[in-house]
């Protein structure tokens, strides 16, 4: 059974950074596009991340040219680089493939906050 554990969230400043990491187990990540979602209070999830088997990055508009989507293939991990954070990129994070998704995990929290 696959699982994801989602990592590295908090409280951080406009301007500021987090890195955020998703472990998986049961599976091995570099052989599916992976991606970062996120879920804000009261709207529906969205992606805005991903990287392809192949390793090749996309982004949603919103975060492009702040947010950087790598994978380690030795950790089976898969992170999320956050730079330049905005309170408007206050959610819940996670990580699932993308296409037909696997269960969803606990997700880590993310608060843009001065």
């Known amino acids: 059974q696959v699982q994801l554990v989602e990592s590295g969230g908090g409280l951080v400043q406009p301007g500021g950074s987090l890195r955020l990491s998703c472990a998986a187990s049961?599976?091995?990540?570099?052989?599916?596009?992976m991606g970062w979602y996120r879920q804000a209070p009261g709207k529906q999830r969205e992606l805005v991340a991903r990287i392809s088997s192949g390793g090749t990055p996309d982004y949603a508009d919103s975060v492009k040219g702040r947010f950087t989507i790598s994978r380690d293939t030795a950790k089976n991990t898969v992170y999320l680089q956050m730079n330049s954070l905005k309170p408007e990129d206050t959610a819940v994070y996670y990580c699932?493939?993308?296409?037909?998704?696997?269960?969803w995990g606990q997700g880590t929290q993310v608060t843009v906050s001065s």
């Open positions: 699932n493939k993308i296409g037909v998704i696997w269960s």
């Open positions: 049961g599976t091995i990540v570099s052989m599916y596009g």
